[in-house]
């Protein structure tokens, strides 16, 4: 007992529901470098990407509930999916224990270089009068940037045509080579094109303007109570030891603390959000009743 008072005695494996190189991937790895430099054991991240983070959640929920493997949960693979597909090959609430929260992330919606207009007001009354004359490109059906423009459209009474593509890179090349007009995107993602001026920030989905973009409004100075964040929270499959989920929380919130995740991570767009198991639940039922009328409002079917 002794030995399995002291989790972690070995390796931890990490599993990321998405691709290498892709926002969460790097804020995955460095959270646990961190926790691996904190704990004295190596946490391995395991990029299990497809079906917007379902593949990657199952292992997780599927996996021995030692403690040695937890990974990626949040609003993808824990919210959204419910929306999106009609069976689940897991239970979003029951087969997991919650562990800790660890970022949340706003997304920003920008422009081509040459589009007519950056001013979120401006913009708002020229879709309002050519209904579908304007496309916003974003990473995929049903995830949060797809919600995003389906929450501008509702909220502002507007229609703005979606074109969906299978991952933020492509979307991106094509919002530069000028093939749609705006694209909604995770921060991280388009913040090094946006710096470099090669497209146009039009405006941020998180409540209030954030410190990396301080010029650029947020989307709920125009339409009151507009608010889209991805969120991530660390998970295990269900039925995690207690004391294995104290100490997995405690690491992860001294991990949270350090200058060196906290500067890392603002320096992408996202800030450290670290909670206890039970915040993290409770948030994640409230994101359930607020986002499921959105996706049923935006037409997106259950596949």
């Known amino acids: 007992l002794a030995q399995e008072a002291q ?10 529901g998405f691709p290498a190189g892709g926002a969460t991937d790097v804020l995955s790895r460095i959270l646990c470098q961190r926790l691996s430099e904190i704990s004295g054991q190596s946490f391995v991240v395991e990029n299990k990407g497809g079906a917007g983070g379902v593949l990657g959640a199952d292992a997780v929920a599927k996996s021995q509930a030692d403690g040695y493997t937890v990974g990626l949960g949040g609003i993808a693979s824990n919210v959204l999916a419910i929306g999106n597909y009609a069976k689940l090959p897991y239970d979003p609430v029951k087969d997991f224990t919650f562990i800790c929260g660890m970022w949340q992330l706003p997304n920003i919606l920008t422009a081509r270089k040459d589009f007519f207009s950056q001013d979120v007001k401006e913009l708002l009354a020229a879709f309002r009068k050519e209904p579908r004359k304007y496309t916003y490109a974003s990473a995929g059906f049903g995830t949060t940037l797809h919600l995003s423009g389906e929450m501008m459209n509702s909220m502002a009474g507007v229609e703005v045509v979606h ?3 299978k991952g933020a890179g492509p979307a991106l090349n094509d919002l530069l080579g000028g093939r749609v007009d705006m694209l909604f995107d ?8 946006v710096k470099a001026g090669l497209i146009r920030p039009i405006a941020v989905t998180a409540k209030t303007r954030i410190p990396e973009l301080p010029d650029v409004p947020a989307m709920a100075e125009f339409l009151p109570g507009y608010e889209m964040t991805s969120w991530a929270c660390m998970v295990g499959p269900a039925g995690l030891r207690g ?10 919130v001294t991990a949270l603390a350090s200058d060196f995740v906290k500067k890392r991570y603002a320096d992408l767009g996202a800030t450290v959000w670290p909670t206890t198991p039970d915040e993290c639940r409770v948030y994640r039922d409230k994101e359930e009743k607020r986002l499921m009328p959105i996706i049923k409002a935006a037409g997106i079917k259950p596949e």
């Open 7 to 16: 989790w972690p005695a070995r390796a931890v494996r990490y599993v990321n």
């Open 163 to 165: 074109v969906p593509y």
């Open 186 to 193: 995770n921060l991280p993602g388009s913040l090094p094109s």
């Open 243 to 252: 004391d294995v989920v104290e100490r997995a929380n405690a690491l992860t």
